[in-house]
């Protein structure tokens, strides 16, 4: 609820501020009942599910040297996994030496969530990327298997337009500020900055409310 620019928050613990950096997905639940066209535009970013495959390996069983960071494969390959990264060449202590450790990344725009429901597809999937990619036949010495449903924010055609209205609505909710993945970047230092953003816009407001 809102009075005198004051918001509400209900959770375990209900408090009161005059300003609110909101980073949930899109926000749109947390504000509903305030603003029901902010609510709307909001709830019209696509989401996407995600999955991520780890798999160890013994370095004597990878066909090649892992001489990068890994790959991406383009939608035009019709495979169902949209990326691998050598983990173990990126961060050298994420494997004990002799050992390689890799990361499938899967799910993409149109490919639905049914894939991500059995953990068991999703390691077949990583399984036959890897002897697709890098001619990787090896049995893995460890997997894990993680999940991150409707995590992937999608900018669709027209989201430049959307954010224009996003924060005309905004204008009418002071001390309201919005950060994270769904609108200006999904990489971690476009969060980073987003956050940092939100935050000394807020401070800002803050600061100058309390001006006589």
Known sequence: TVAVETYSIEAKSPTSS??????????????????????????SIEYVSTATVSLAFRSSDLPRP?????YIIPRVEGREALACTWTSTKFPHRAPDGY???RVFIGRAGQGDELLADERCLLDVARRELAQGLGLQAEPVVTRVYRWPQAMPQY?????????????????????FLAGAAYRGIGI?????SGQEAART???YLASSRRP
């Open 18 to 43: 005059s300003s609110i950096p909101a980073s949930i997905p899109a926000a749109a639940g947390m504000l509903a009942g305030m603003d029901e066209e902010l609510v709307g535009l909001l709830a």
């Open 66 to 70: 892992l001489d990068g960071h890994g």
């Open 100 to 102: 390689a450790l890799l």
């Open 156 to 176: 669709n055609l027209g989201h430049p337009r959307r954010l224009e209205e996003i924060e005309a609505r905004l204008r009418h909710l002071p001390g309201l």
């Open 189 to 193: 230092p476009d969060c980073i900055r």
């Open 202 to 204: 807020a401070l800002d």
